[in-house]
T-cell receptor, first 113, second 112 residues
Framework: DGGITQSPKYLFRKEGQNVTLSCEQN?????MYWYRQDPGQGLRLIYY???????QKGDIAEGYSVSREKKESFPLTVTSAQKNPTAFYLC????????????FGPGTRLTVL | SQQGEEDPQALSIQEGENATMNCSYK?????LQWYRQNSGRGLVHLIL?????REKHSGRLRVTLDTSKKSSSLLITASRAADTASYFC????????????FGTGTRLTVIP
């Protein structure tokens, strides 16, 4: 059953702690993306990766870090430097062959206490 | 920013009616896509229209694109309660990175 998964679905964090959000895909897609969504807002791009071992900053990368050691995995770390981390985080992937359609995971809702 | 903006921000209609949502963007594009998001879930791709196309259909969906006005519309015909969701347009620039720029969304409520 192909798809893109994110875990956990809900995550609570104390201020000052780093936390890592998981994103895994078995679609054999080359590109992967992390977006942040705030209530009633659109998606803003945090980081993206077009290929393994390479990634680029998006529009709001400050306070976040990523790695792309495997094609299937693109974890996002929300660091203590992110001043307002409470949000809904969405991971997406895209095949290099498709005309840029992105496939999204179910999201992780992060709440900082 | 190349981000699009949807209009209206919220729309409430009766089941069976048609729903029209509009999207405006700022720079030239390669294509424009519409996505749907149920509350608290990920986005689902609905339809893509290329910059050289003016209209496209998929089931009950009809998308138009006017590149001279930098705008697009999404029409959902014969709406159903299950169409209740947020709808986002996303644009891809003409060259370079394959990133998408998402609009702010239209929240559609279909009343049974």
């Amino acid at each position: 059953d192909g798809g893109i998964t994110q875990s956990p679905k809900y995550l609570f964090r104390k201020e000052g702690q780093n936390v890592t959000l998981s994103c895994e895909q078995n679609l054999n897609h080359d590109a992967m993306y992390w977006y942040r969504q705030d209530p009633g807002q659109g998606l803003r791009l945090i980081y993206y990766s077009q290929i393994v071992n390479d990634f680029q900053k998006g529009d709001i990368a400050e306070g976040y870090s990523v790695s792309r050691e495997k094609k299937e995995s693109f974890p996002l770390t929300v660091t203590s430097a992110q001043k307002n981390p409470t949000a809904f985080y969405l991971c997406a992937s895209r095949s290099g062959r498709s005309y840029n359609e992105q496939f999204f995971g179910p999201g992780t809702r992060l709440t900082v206490l | 920013s190349q981000q699009g903006e949807e209009d209206p921000q919220a729309l409430s209609i009766q089941e069976g009616e048609n729903a029209t949502m509009n999207c405006s963007y700022k720079t030239s594009i390669n294509n424009l896509q519409w996505y749907r998001q149920n509350s608290g879930r990920g986005l689902v791709h609905l339809i893509l229209i290329r910059s050289n196309e003016r209209e496209k259909h998929s089931g009950r969906l009809r998308v138009t694109l006017d590149t001279s006005k930098k705008s697009s519309s999404l029409l959902i015909t014969a709406s159903r309660a299950a169409d209740t969701a947020s709808y986002f347009c996303a644009t891809r620039g003409p060259t370079g990175a394959n990133n998408l720029f998402f609009g702010t969304g239209t929240r559609l409520t279909v009343i049974p």
